[in-house]
Antibody, heavy 120, light 111 residues
Framework: QLQLQESGPGLVKPSETLSLTCTVSGDSISSSNSWWAWIRQPPGKGLEWIATLSYTKITYYHPSLKSRVTISGDTSKNQFSLKLSSVTAADTAMYYC?????????????WGQGTLVTVS | QAVLTQPPSASGTPGQRVTISCSGSDFNIGSNAVNWYQQLPGTAPKLLIYSSSQRPSGVPDRFSGSKSGTSASLAISGLQSEDEADYYCASWDDSLNGLVLFGGGTKVTVL
């Protein structure tokens, strides 16, 4: 059964870099046609897609975050990561990782449980 | 700016049918599939409908999705108390080198 688990610091200072890792079990991040994504949700607000990474290391980024975001994968650990630089209070959110089925135009399933990151 | 528009709230009594709309444009819903997610209180979102009208295994058949032109809809028939949740539509948008758009979410309340 495919499971994803986010990990990383729960508190990040303004102007610093937020770094999160998603550990995947039950599938390989390098398996053919696999895509992996980060999505966030500020407290009390809606969902926002951040980035997507393919098994061939193709990346897609949300245009409004592109200058600050990097998504990457570590096949040896079967993990993929998110780095968001120059954070502000507006980046405070629950961050979810997910498998994106059928490519960047596809759907997110399953999702990790999420990890709350506070910028303060 | 690309946007998917959902009503902020919807409600119904147990057994009723509730419909949630998701309005977009030619760049997103008009040319791409729509996916729907259910987020129960305090939990991560869960896939509810994919490719506009397909139900993953395990999702009750009282949930159905449809798409027409630049709009999509999620219908919940036979509303149950456990359906009280936030519902989000999502679609790929072909503008700005492409991005995934989410609607603002609809809170469904079972009266």
């Amino acid at each position: 059964q495919l499971q994803l688990q986010e990990s990383g610091p729960g508190l990040v200072k303004p102007s610093e870099t937020l770094s999160l890792t998603c550990t995947v079990s039950g599938d390989s991040i390098s398996s053919s046609n696999s895509w992996w994504a980060w999505i966030r949700q500020p407290p009390g607000k809606g969902l926002e897609w951040i980035a997507t990474l393919s098994y061939t290391k193709i990346t897609y980024y949300h245009p409004s975050l592109k200058s600050r975001v990097t998504i990457s994968g570590d096949t040896s650990k079967n993990q993929f990561s998110l780095k968001l630089s120059s954070v502000t209070a507006a980046d405070t959110a629950m961050y979810y990782c997910a498998k994106q089925v059928a490519g960047p135009r596809g759907w997110f399933d399953p999702w990790g449980q999420g990890t709350l990151v506070t910028v303060s | 700016q690309a946007v998917l528009t959902q009503p902020p709230s919807a409600s119904g009594t147990p057994g009723q049918r509730v419909t949630i709309s998701c309005s977009g444009s030619d760049f997103n819903i008009g040319s791409n599939a729509v996916n729907w997610y259910q987020q129960l209180p305090g939990t991560a979102p869960k896939l509810l409908i994919y490719s506009s009208s397909q139900r993953p295994s395990g999702v009750p058949d009282r949930f159905s999705g449809s798409k027409s032109g630049t709009s999509a809809s999620l219908a919940i028939s036979g509303l149950q108390s456990e359906d009280e949740a936030d519902y989000y539509c999502a679609s790929w948008d072909d503008s700005l080198n492409g991005l995934v758009l989410f609607g603002g979410g609809t809170k469904v309340t079972v009266l």
